[in-house]
């Protein structure tokens, strides 16, 4: 059985990560969406919230399970015997930090293959910030996140704002 793990900060999950999900999900036995810490990012939403959003949007893909882990992703893998982790790659922008981050990893684990999937053209632009962004100023972000945490995202971010 192949494992794929598809890491990130998923602050929050948009319509783009689900694509990449969903895709891996097809080329591997298994795919594990797990909840990292980026030391370089402040998070909006709790653990809980993240994962929470990330299993009610992909409730309908068998052979997906969501985690969260507060450590390195090499240690994750090895723990969860993964052979793969799976990032998705919008532009040459995402490339150099992922490049990196990719060659760090294969440093730590040499076992762990990174594969980059590319972005659908129609989540080229998409990311958490602009989500947050939008839904912050009361704009309407049923397009950019996954249908079943449309109300809650804005809710949360919405009422957020009012602080
Ligand atoms: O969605 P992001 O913010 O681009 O995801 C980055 C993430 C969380 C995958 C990355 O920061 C990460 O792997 N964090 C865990 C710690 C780690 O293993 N860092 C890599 C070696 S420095």
Redesign the pocket.
Same mark, same amino acid.
């Given at each position: 059985m192949k494992t794929a793990v598809c890491?990130?900060?998923?602050d929050p999950v948009t319509k783009g990560h689900l694509d990449i999900i969903r895709r891996a999900s097809k080329l591997f036995d298994r795919v594990i969406v797990v909840v /990292?810490?980026?030391?370089?990012?402040t998070s909006t939403f709790s653990l809980q919230e993240r994962v929470h959003f990330i299993e009610e949007s992909t409730k309908d893909i068998e052979n997906v399970t969501v985690d969260s882990y507060d450590?390195?992703?090499?240690d994750f893998c090895r723990i969860h015997n993964a052979v793969a982790v799976v990032k998705g790659l919008r532009a040459v922008s995402d490339f150099e930090y992922e490049f990196q981050?990719s060659l760090?990893?294969k440093e /730590?684990n040499p076992e762990i293959e990174t594969v980059f999937i590319n972005t659908a053209q129609e989540y080229m632009f998409l990311s958490s910030s602009v989500v947050r962004e939008v839904a912050s100023f009361g704009g309407d972000v049923s397009r950019f996140v996954p249908e079943p945490i449309s109300a809650e995202i804005t809710e949360k971010l919405v009422k957020g704002g009012e602080k």
């Open positions: 890491p990130g900060s998923f /990292l810490q980026n030391t370089a990012k450590g390195l992703l090499m981050m760090i990893n /730590l």
